[in-house]
């Protein structure tokens, strides 16, 4: 173990759910925010923090840390609420089971994920096409973990040092992703980007 920590992006680049992760955001919200329409925001790549706190600040309200926990909450009880939904209303982009597998086989890869996504929202995605099991949650960044997505990077590569005593730097850790915030998230985070 040792030689490479991969950290994959979740949404269009292991799985696509379409609009179903924009119409649960927009439920939790409207839930935790009293508001039954809103403006919403936009932005591929944002954190779920990000875009929590960006809609709240679009619609006139202010946000603060507890507001964001109540949201992840409500948001996490809609993902499991659905979750029978997901296999049908989703599916795994091509080739994501055989490289999942592949790096979960081989001795010097550690794979994680970083993601806007929460922990628990992620590791529902997967699991709807069983790819959980070729990923250690426990060792990525999340987007319940901080606002910005660079400082996730830091966040799972410390994770990993603290699991597996293995300390990965920017040359040896890569992120798979598909918007420019996660370019932006490995230039700024420390780490090589396949985008």
Known sequence: MGERLVLWDVDQTLVDFGRLGAEIFAAAFARCSGLAAHTPTRG?????????????????LDSTEEDFRSF?????????????????????????????RRCAEHPGVVSSLLTGNTRRNAECKL?????????????????????????????????VQHATGTAFAPDTTVLVGDTPND??????GGARIVA
């Open 127 to 159: 699991a709807a096409f069983g790819l959980d099991r070729f990923v250690d949650t426990a060792l990525g960044g999340y987007g319940d973990d901080h606002r910005d997505r660079p400082e996730l990077v830091r966040i799972a590569r410390e994770r």
């Open 183 to 188: 370019v932006l998230a490995a230039l700024r």
């Open 72 to 100: 992840t909450a409500a948001q996490e009880s809609l993902f499991a609420e659905r979750g029978p939904e997901l296999a049908e209303l989703g599916r795994p982009l091509p080739g994501v089971g055989e490289i999942l």
């Open 44 to 60: 591929p790549g944002r954190t779920d923090w990000q875009a929590f706190h960006e809609t709240r600040l679009a619609n006139g």
